[in-house]
């Protein structure tokens, strides 16, 4: 089987995600298109979490948007249409100690193989958010990948991957909070924030945090400093 070609699409500035790119794959006979989108990557705490989506094929819901433009009462709408409307979804984890000990670019591929494991559908194509084919080695042979930059704002797939993706972490998130209230999950959903570093100067680390990064060698107060951590080689993987 011949190697599928890969493409990288700038994505237009002001235009609301359609589906002209999901279209002309279509077209082209790749039958099942799935977007992909991550959350949670820069946060200090809580899992990575990946949405993968192949868009329905009637209609649309209103409003679709990539998740960082949309209110979080809007995005927990549009969850709900989305998962109705979608031919197949799917949520992939990875959790903090797999971003610890794996380092984030392969607990990205894990929480990406983990979601299209329990998409119910084999792809033919895969758009991507950015400029990372992160999918090439997940996916099997033969599957076109195609990243978009800023795809998240130009494919309705992509889009609606990333607002499934960011309503179900942040219902984590939210559900976590209470266990640990120090450090106010509930509002910052494990991003840096002047509360969120001020608990961690005063209490350490929670369960939840990447012990791993950089913040921990600023913790002064509880002489805690990050662990040294030898990532696997690649070979090692293999099978996660």
């Not at 608990?199 to 369960?207: D, I, N, R």
Request: aromatic fraction near 8%; glycine fraction near 10%; hydrophobic fraction near 40%.
């Amino acid at each position: 089987m011949p190697c599928p070609a890969r493409f990288v699409v700038v994505a237009p500035a002001s235009r609301p995600p359609g589906l002209r790119i999901e279209g002309e794959l279509r077209a082209a006979g790749h039958s099942v298109v799935v977007g992909i989108d991550e959350v949670g990557k820069g946060s200090w705490a809580g899992p990575l979490t990946v949405g993968v989506t192949v868009v329905g094929h009637r209609g649309r819901p209103k409003g679709i948007r990539d998740s960082k433009l949309l209110s979080p009462a809007t995005r927990e709408v549009l969850y709900d249409r989305i998962v109705g409307w979608a031919d197949a979804w799917a949520i992939g984890h990875a959790s903090p100690e797999e971003c610890d000990e794996l380092g984030m670019s392969e607990a990205q591929r894990v929480a990406t193989r983990r979601a299209l494991d329990a998409l119910g559908v084999t792809p033919d194509a895969v758009l991507v958010d950015g400029s990372w084919d992160f999918v090439k080695d997940i996916v099997a042979p033969g599957t076109l990948t195609r990243t978009i930059i800023k795809g998240d704002r130009t494919s309705l797939s992509i889009a609606a991957a990333s607002v499934i993706a960011k309503v179900t972490r942040d219902r984590i998130m939210r559900s976590v909070a209470a266990d640990y209230p120090y450090y106010a999950f509930e509002s910052n959903k494990g991003y840096p924030c002047p509360r969120h570093k001020m608990a961690l100067q005063g209490y350490g680390p929670s369960a939840i945090h990447r012990r791993s990064w950089v913040f921990m060698d600023h913790l002064a107060w509880t002489g805690l400093h990050r662990p040294v951590i030898e990532l696997p080689t690649q070979l090692e993987f293999v099978g996660v």
